[in-house]
């Protein structure tokens, strides 16, 4: 189900990406005004951060989810009735507001149904449905588009997120909730014995280093996969001259390399710790290896031909999802699990922030210079730095103990 609606979020997503260079000859939007259509969903995703990952902590997974995929089937459904920038903006903007709520709840779903040295790799599985969804938005868009307008292609999005909400609702309970469930499994999963079921505010989590940890990873490599997911398709179309059905094999090859580096990221960490890594060495080795597929990215603007383009951004979205399926992680590494919606939509907010000022460099730098250049090269060393941060932030990866600090100031 994770899995699933991740998907359908970056199908909604990745539409626009894909339909925007017919989309800005039709309608006829500079590359400035499309970059305030993508700032438009990023600030609303940031906005609806601030306080998602609270409301979902506060209503559980099961009802907060369900909000946030039914005010995002709605908000993909609107962009059908868009004529012009404003429209689109605001189409974006409520869709941001949806979307913000997958990623607090996913993990902690995660965090409610899996052991600590499991999630990683459940992580990576879920987080895999954005590189799926993105696979199937350029196979998926330009087919209908051709056949029954393009605002077909946002219908049909919305129309697979509302599916989504019937069944998550029929579905979806938290192990206590579950009766069927044995007590081996429960053993299997762990529990927090004695956990306060009190809301923790974000200025509380935020007194300690550890939620800097996750705001800081997402905060400098976010906006790389946001940059990735809105302005691959119109990198190809300016450099290689691909129209609208000829983008669909190398988007779809790029983002399958990123399927592939989301699973076995979360894998790695996984299999370190199995193998007797402490939690700190195996996830920052795992991030290191990921940042390092990322460096060769420098030299894609320059590539002399497309499938060698393709190569090197395939090989560093692979090494993002990997990444981010560690960072996502670091959230239950470091909190307890009533906490980790609220820490999640922390970094969740982090990364819109610094996706918002991206969209609007990039924007600033093709309208006028119009080389991708800059951009690559900021790519290649984000991850690194982001890497020394974290582990200046959280040399051991020591665990917050709320519970008990909670009960000695009370005390």
Known sequence: MLLAATTISYIDRQVLGVLAPFLQEKIGWSELEYSSIITAFQAAYALGLLCAGAVIDRFGTRIGYALAIGIWSLAAMSHALATGVLSFAAARFALGLGESGNFPAAIKAVAEWFPQRERALAAGIFNSGSNIGAIVAPIMAPLVAARWGWQAAFLCTGALSATWLVAWLLTYRTPDQQPGLSAAERAHIGGEPGVSAARLSWSQLLRHRQAWVVAAAKFITDPIWWFFLFWLPKFLHAQYGLSLLELGPPL??????????????????????????????????????????????VFAAKADNVWLAVALVGLATAGHQGWSANVYTLASDLFPRRAVASVVGIGGFAGAVGGMLISTVIGLLLQLTGSYVPVFMLAGGAYLVALAIVHGLAPTLEPVHLDVQTKLQGE
Not at 274 to 297: D, H
């Open 252 to 297: 779809i090859t790029v983002f399958l390399l990123a399927d592939v580096g989301s699973i076995a990221g979360g894998w790695l960490a996984g299999r370190l710790i199995r193998r007797g890594w402490s939690i700190n060495r195996a996830r920052k080795g795992a991030m290191l290896l990921c940042a390092l597929l990322v460096v060769p990215i």
